[in-house]
């Protein structure tokens, strides 16, 4: 091409980034990734293949690791972790040491990422080994700093990380950084598609002084990311698709591992009409043809104000036409290659399947590339606006109104992320709370950093990964678990003397309600003497008390300040009938309660303090602009209050749940429950709006498994002295509720922060 | 292929006479910096004329300073106003609308600034005299070149664009090349729509292409101001 014909078309050449150093690198270790264990390489196998999926070549051989091999890393991390909880100080120098090994070798680290994923080189150096960097450079300070600011809480043990081939390197990071810091050991599986990362990350813990054990890292496919849930892990991390996040909800129901899951998402991108145009178009691109749009917080859903949406489709149409889609390693690409054939053919498969709307699709060369695609005019239910397609595919539709933006932003099962573009802060600061996600972006997308967590709600998953939010994920409370027996009711004999039915109501709605089933039984004491009559509720009594919570939507909008006040008149009403419920608790335990009515009233007012004061934060993100974590209340809560006391048990559940803005439905202590049904007629008393608080009583075992399933409702808290938490876990996972099955008693900061999730908005500023 | 030139020489009103001279039958245009450049704060009356002496003395651009003022007291229609008499003023040559980016303020200032610019007939819109604390930056030209597009697709006139002064390396150059082609398309890297003020960055991409041919790095001094 002569240098006249260069100005005259003006196009880009070639600008190739070197694979050789990478290869070379991979060639002086046999060409083989496998297993990391207490230090050591190997047994090395070549099961099966890793490729390169720009080329369809093979990279490198894979070693699919054994029950063995899992079980000895699992081993190895137990061995070493107590000595590695032991000092902060050398965990943060460590951690630091990690983080200039990683930049040392950041070249290295982006063109293995990009050889192995198929992402944009551009996209591996400027954004991947970079927010890797930074997190492990961030967490070191949290290692510093955890013994003076995080006195009441300790390390989990070993931790089994699971993490997916998007982002192989800054996953690992987010995993191993948090973990690494609180004290933590961890066992960690790359995806079988991009294992590579992982070993040079192995090689630099080794240079860095991490002790042989702390880092172990096994590779594989699925089934070895199902031994390390069914190992002898403290902690299953998991990040990855949401079928999968359920089986291992499911999988570690009831055997006391923590989890996190980063789950799915169909993340809305909301444009006003008095948005920046130009700007948002290309926020779309971060959003959707960023790492070929595989991306789980991608701004997937575009919901366009009806007014502008034409202009705006050409204007993102035109943008469309100049995404260079093609070689990953060429500098000047924009849109790589998608993962693997499988995910190709899965993209190419759903969007074939579609039949909707108006389908706009650019080009991109043979081989395992997607073109960008945008399909316009699709409904709010049509399956490709509500389905993760996990490629450079966006849909969308158009609204009116603010709300009509709100409702159909919300409208899906996910709530990860969303992201709204107007240049009116009244309007963005106003929408930002109403979405039902756990991070929402302000004129900006895919904005993250290791100070402000990243997660979300709903199918989204649950836990924090960032921030000092996230932190809780890998930390445990400093208290022994007090394992509870099963507290049977008493039994008896005899009629009740009062003749007229007194037997107590549920309290479902503001209004007592006779249990659907038409059921009750006899409350009897410790010497059998019948005391009263109480409703059986069943399932359907638990449907209508969540669509009496729901019904309350006016109170997670109040203010703290109205919440302060309606905790402190409980208090103060209770207070007022103190003799009253420790006569009626004694005679149904048999035991004084005096200090038990005390300390209801006391949980009382210590959640009505807290009711205005559990603030967020502001995070100092490195951008311009800042993050806040909000604090927002979980939603409907589920829960199986304490069985052996049945006031305080009761009172100290719902106190945090509506203090922070919750609807809650509670079960009763089941042996004990005449002083739950007691306190209706304190709720009745104190202002405390319809719907807000449910009360049922019955039996737990057979209310859990119906709370545990409900779609409508989002955490269960099991505090039963049943043996519920496994059917509480593993049916939690029909919605992904977050679930609390901590045996007690919680400290009030656990509660708080049960009640509560952190949404993350981020607000660049600057004209 | 023909030999690389300058779009233009720009020169002072004084100077024009001597720059037409010199430029005789080469099709290099000259182009006067005018109204009272860079403040632009001379009477609006001779502001005008010094237009209409250079348009006679041999400018064919006429690059005129806009009153800072009309902008940052959001007077728009004094800025339409002004701008109108200088195109007027100019007859038949090109006019180049200078902004003074660097003095207004916000980026939404530049946005109207040039919107107006264009509407009352600017055939280019540029960013700085070269004079002003801060000339061309990136942000600046990415929002005056995207009110060009908006301008281009309300009206299907084509707006030129031109960034000066601190432009002088060849890897800055190719930045603005690039950004221009995928804001604007490759229509507005032609000579007649795109120019950079920026008398110091020939000396860099003489060094540059010495480099190219001879693959060793270059020294400035061995490229004397031509």
Same mark, same amino acid.
């Given at each position: 091409?002569?240098? &006249?014909?260069?100005?005259?078309?003006?196009?880009?050449?070639?600008?190739?980034?070197?694979?050789?150093? @990478?290869?070379?690198? *991979?060639?002086?270790?046999?060409?083989?990734?496998?297993?990391?264990?207490?230090?050591?390489?190997?047994?090395?196998?070549?099961?099966?293949?890793?490729?390169?999926?720009?080329?369809?070549?093979?990279?490198?051989?894979?070693?699919?690791?054994?029950?063995?091999?899992?079980?000895?890393?699992?081993?190895?991390?137990? &061995?070493?972790? /107590?000595?590695?909880?032991?000092?902060?100080?050398?965990?943060?120098?460590?951690?630091?040491?990690?983080?200039?090994?990683?930049?040392?070798?950041?070249?290295?680290?982006?063109?293995? %990422?990009?050889?192995?994923?198929?992402?944009?080189?551009? %996209?591996?150096?400027?954004?991947?080994?970079?927010?890797?960097?930074?997190?492990?450079?961030?967490?070191?300070?949290?290692?510093?700093?955890?013994?003076?600011?995080?006195?009441?809480?300790?390390?989990?043990?070993?931790?089994?990380?699971?993490?997916?081939?998007?982002?192989?390197?800054?996953?690992?990071?987010?995993?191993?950084?948090?973990?690494?810091?609180? !004290?933590?050991?961890?066992?960690?599986?790359?995806?079988?598609?991009? /294992?590579? =990362?992982?070993?040079?990350?192995?090689?630099?813990?080794?240079?860095?002084?991490?002790?042989?054990?702390?880092?172990?890292?096994?590779? !594989?496919?699925?089934?070895?990311?199902?031994?390390?849930?069914?190992?002898?892990?403290?902690?299953?991390?998991?990040?990855?698709?949401?079928?999968?996040?359920?089986?291992?909800?499911?999988?570690?129901?009831?055997?006391?591992?923590?989890?996190?899951?980063?789950?799915?998402?169909?993340?809305?991108?909301?444009?006003?009409?008095? @948005?920046?145009?130009?700007?948002?178009? %290309?926020?779309?691109?971060?959003?959707?043809?960023?790492?070929?749009?595989?991306?789980?917080?991608?701004?997937?859903?575009?919901?366009?104000?009806?007014?502008?949406?034409?202009?705006?489709?050409?204007?993102?149409?035109?943008?469309? %036409?100049?995404?260079?889609?093609?070689?990953?390693?060429?500098?000047?690409?924009?849109?790589?290659?998608?993962?693997?054939?499988?995910?190709?053919?899965?993209?190419?498969?759903?969007?074939?399947?579609?039949?909707?709307?108006?389908?706009?699709?650019?080009?991109?060369?043979?081989?395992?590339?997607?073109?960008?695609?945008?399909?316009?005019?699709?409904?709010?239910?049509?399956?490709?606006?509500?389905?993760?397609? +996990?490629?450079?595919?966006?849909?969308? =539709?158009?609204?009116?109104?603010?709300?009509?933006?709100?409702?159909?932003?919300?409208?899906?099962?996910?709530?990860?992320?969303?992201? *709204?573009?107007?240049?009116?802060?009244?309007?963005?600061?106003?929408?930002?709370?109403?979405?039902?996600?756990?991070?929402?972006?302000?004129?900006?997308?895919?904005?993250?950093?290791?100070?402000?967590?990243?997660?979300?709600?709903?199918?989204?998953?649950?836990?924090?990964?960032?921030?000092?939010?996230?932190?809780?994920?890998?930390?445990?409370?400093?208290?022994?678990?007090?394992?509870?027996?099963?507290?049977?009711?008493?039994?008896?004999?005899?009629?009740?003397?009062?003749?007229?039915?007194?037997?107590?109501?549920?309290?479902?709605?503001?209004?007592?309600?006779?249990?659907?089933?038409?059921?009750?039984? #006899?409350?009897?004491?410790?010497?059998? &003497?019948?005391?009263?009559? #109480?409703?059986?509720?069943?399932?359907?009594?638990?449907?209508?008390?969540?669509?009496?919570?729901?019904?309350?939507?006016?109170?997670?909008?109040?203010?703290?300040?109205?919440?302060?006040?309606?905790?402190?008149?409980?208090?103060?009403?209770?207070?007022?009938?103190?003799?009253?419920?420790?006569?009626?608790?004694?005679?149904?335990?048999?035991?004084?309660?005096?200090?038990?009515?005390?300390?209801?009233?006391?949980?009382?007012?210590?959640?009505?303090?807290?009711?205005?004061?559990?603030?967020?934060?502001?995070?100092? #993100?490195?951008?311009?602009?800042?993050?806040?974590?909000?604090?927002?209340?979980?939603?409907?809560?589920?829960?199986?209050?304490?069985?052996?006391?049945?006031?305080?048990?009761?009172?100290?559940?719902?106190?945090?749940?509506?203090?922070?803005?919750?609807?809650?439905?509670?079960?009763?202590?089941?042996? +004990?429950?005449? @002083?739950?049904?007691?306190?209706?007629?304190?709720?009745?008393?104190?202002?405390?709006? @319809?719907?807000?608080?449910?009360?049922?009583?019955?039996?737990?075992?057979?209310?859990?498994?119906?709370?545990?399933?409900?779609?409508?409702?989002?955490?269960?808290?099991?505090?039963?002295?049943?043996?519920?938490?496994?059917?509480?876990?593993?049916?939690?996972?029909?919605?992904?509720?977050?679930? *609390?099955?901590?045996?007690?008693?919680?400290?009030?900061?656990?509660?708080?922060?049960?009640?509560?999730?952190?949404?993350?908005?981020?607000?660049?500023?600057?004209? | 292929?023909?030999?690389?030139?300058?779009?233009?020489?720009?020169?002072?009103?004084?100077?024009?006479?001597?720059?037409?001279?010199?430029?005789?039958?080469?099709?290099?245009?000259?182009?006067?910096?005018?109204?009272?450049?860079?403040?632009?704060?001379?009477?609006?009356?001779?502001?005008?004329?010094?237009?209409?002496?250079?348009?006679?003395?041999?400018?064919?651009?006429?690059?005129?300073?806009?009153? $800072?003022?009309?902008?940052?007291?959001?007077?728009?229609?004094?800025?339409?106003?002004?701008? $109108?008499?200088?195109?007027?003023?100019?007859?038949?040559?090109?006019?180049?609308?200078?902004?003074?980016?660097?003095?207004?303020?916000?980026?939404?200032?530049?946005? $109207?600034?040039?919107?107006?610019?264009?509407?009352?007939?600017?055939?280019?819109?540029?960013?700085?005299?070269?004079?002003?604390?801060?000339?061309?930056?990136?942000?600046?030209?990415?929002?005056?070149?995207?009110?060009? $597009?908006?301008?281009?697709?309300?009206?299907?006139?084509?707006?030129?664009?031109?960034?000066?002064?601190?432009?002088?390396?060849?890897?800055?150059?190719?930045?603005?090349?690039?950004?221009?082609?995928?804001?604007?398309?490759?229509?507005?890297?032609?000579?007649?729509?795109?120019?950079?003020?920026?008398?110091?960055?020939?000396?860099?991409?003489?060094?540059?292409?010495?480099?190219?041919?001879?693959?060793?790095?270059?020294?400035?001094?061995?490229?004397?101001?031509?």
């Amino acid at each position: 091409m002569t240098v &006249k014909e260069i100005f005259e078309t003006m196009e880009y050449g070639p600008a190739p980034e070197s694979a050789a150093e @990478a290869l070379t690198w *991979l060639s002086e270790r046999g060409g083989i990734a496998g297993p990391f264990i207490n230090g050591k390489w190997g047994p090395l196998r070549d099961d099966f293949n890793s490729n390169n999926p720009a080329t369809g070549e093979k990279l490198a051989g894979v070693t699919q690791s054994t029950e063995a091999e899992v079980a000895a890393a699992v081993k190895a991390a137990a &061995k070493a972790q /107590p000595a590695w909880a032991k000092d902060g100080e050398r965990r943060a120098r460590v951690l630091y040491a990690i983080a200039r090994g990683l930049q040392k070798n950041s070249r290295l680290l982006a063109v293995m %990422e990009t050889l192995d994923n198929g992402k944009p080189i551009r %996209e591996s150096r400027d954004i991947d080994v970079p927010l890797a960097i930074r997190h492990f450079y961030h967490h070191a300070g949290f290692a510093q700093l955890m013994a003076d600011e995080l006195p009441d809480r300790e390390a989990l043990g070993v931790c089994g990380q699971i993490i997916p081939w998007n982002f192989p390197l800054l996953m690992l990071a987010w995993k191993i950084a948090p973990a690494l810091a609180m !004290g933590n050991a961890v066992v960690l599986k790359p995806a079988e598609y991009t /294992p590579l =990362t992982a070993m040079i990350f192995a090689e630099i813990c080794d240079q860095a002084g991490v002790p042989k054990g702390v880092v172990n890292i096994v590779t !594989g496919d699925g089934r070895v990311g199902e031994m390390i849930v069914a190992s002898e892990v403290d902690k299953i991390a998991f990040t990855g698709s949401t079928a999968v996040g359920r089986e291992i909800r499911k999988a570690t129901a009831g055997n006391g591992k923590a989890l996190s899951l980063e789950l799915g998402g169909k993340s809305p991108y909301i444009v006003f009409d008095d @948005a920046d145009l130009d700007s948002a178009v %290309e926020g779309l691109v971060d959003a959707i043809w960023f790492n070929q749009g595989q991306v789980c917080c991608a701004g997937s859903r575009l919901l366009v104000q009806e007014g502008i949406a034409e202009r705006f489709y050409s204007k993102l149409k035109a943008r469309m %036409e100049k995404l260079r889609v093609g070689d990953p390693l060429d500098k000047s690409i924009d849109v790589g290659a998608i993962v693997d054939p499988k995910q190709l053919k899965s993209i190419t498969d759903m969007v074939a399947g579609n039949t909707e709307g108006e389908t706009f699709q650019t080009s991109a060369p043979e081989g395992c590339f997607y073109p960008p695609t945008l399909i316009t005019g699709l409904h709010t239910a049509s399956t490709l606006m509500q389905e993760e397609i +996990f490629g450079p595919v966006l849909v969308s =539709t158009t609204f009116r109104t603010p709300a009509e933006a709100v409702q159909m932003a919300n409208d899906t099962r996910y709530g990860l992320a969303a992201t *709204l573009w107007t240049e009116n802060i009244n309007l963005a600061l106003g929408v930002a709370p109403k979405l039902v996600a756990g991070i929402v972006w302000i004129n900006g997308t895919n904005m993250m950093d290791a100070a402000a967590g990243f997660g979300g709600v709903r199918e989204s998953g649950f836990g924090r990964e960032g921030g000092w939010e996230g932190l809780a994920g890998y930390t445990k409370p400093k208290r022994v678990a007090k394992p509870i027996d099963k507290i049977e009711s008493f039994t008896g004999s005899g009629q009740l003397s009062d003749p007229i039915d007194r037997t107590a109501k549920l309290y479902i709605g503001g209004k007592q309600a006779r249990p659907d089933g038409g059921y009750s039984r #006899v409350v009897y004491g410790p010497k059998g &003497k019948p005391l009263g009559e #109480v409703s059986l509720a069943n399932r359907k009594d638990l449907r209508n008390a969540v669509e009496a919570a729901h019904a309350a939507k006016g109170w997670p909008g109040t203010t703290g300040h109205l919440r302060a006040q309606i905790l402190y008149y409980l208090a103060e009403n209770l207070s007022v009938r103190a003799s009253e419920f420790e006569v009626r608790i004694k005679a149904m335990t048999g035991k004084s309660a005096a200090a038990e009515v005390q300390s209801a009233i006391s949980s009382l007012f210590t959640y009505a303090a807290w009711a205005d004061k559990y603030d967020g934060q502001v995070h100092g #993100v490195p951008i311009r602009g800042v993050a806040l974590a909000m604090k927002e209340p979980v939603g409907v809560i589920g829960a199986l209050c304490p069985d052996d006391a049945p006031l305080s048990g009761l009172v100290s559940t719902l106190a945090p749940a509506i203090a922070m803005g919750n609807r809650v439905i509670l079960a009763a202590s089941e042996p +004990f429950p005449l @002083a739950a049904t007691d306190f209706i007629q304190v709720l009745e008393t104190s202002d405390v709006p @319809a719907g807000v608080v449910n009360i049922l009583t019955g039996s737990h075992a057979e209310l859990a498994p119906h709370m545990a399933s409900h779609m409508d409702i989002d955490a269960v808290w099991n505090f039963s002295s049943s043996p519920l938490t496994e059917v509480v876990e593993a049916q939690s996972a029909s919605n992904v509720k977050r679930t *609390l099955t901590a045996p007690g008693p919680p400290s009030t900061k656990e509660m708080l922060a049960a009640a509560t999730e952190v949404k993350n908005v981020w607000v660049p500023y600057g004209e | 292929m023909d030999p690389i030139t300058t779009g233009a020489i720009c020169v002072y009103h004084d100077m024009i006479e001597t720059a037409v001279e010199a430029l005789d039958g080469s099709g290099i245009p000259v182009a006067a910096v005018s109204t009272g450049f860079p403040a632009g704060l001379s009477p609006f009356h001779l502001r005008v004329a010094e237009i209409e002496e250079s348009v006679k003395a041999g400018a064919r651009e006429i690059d005129i300073v806009i009153s $800072r003022r009309h902008v940052l007291t959001q007077n728009w229609q004094a800025l339409y106003d002004e701008m $109108r008499a200088f195109r007027d003023a100019c007859g038949d040559a090109h006019v180049k609308a200078i902004l003074a980016t660097g003095e207004l303020g916000s980026l939404r200032n530049v946005a $109207r600034a040039s919107l107006i610019c264009m509407m009352a007939g600017a055939d280019f819109i540029k960013t700085s005299t070269g004079k002003e604390s801060v000339n061309a930056t990136l942000p600046v030209s990415l929002v005056m070149i995207r009110a060009i $597009r908006d301008y281009f697709d309300a009206t299907g006139v084509h707006v030129g664009y031109k960034p000066a002064g601190g432009i002088s390396k060849a890897k800055d150059a190719i930045t603005y090349l690039a950004l221009i082609k995928e804001e604007l398309g490759p229509r507005w890297l032609q000579p007649d729509l795109f120019r950079f003020g920026a008398s110091s960055l020939l000396n860099d991409i003489e060094r540059q292409l010495e480099h190219h041919v001879t693959g060793a790095y270059s020294a400035s001094y061995r490229h004397p101001m031509g």
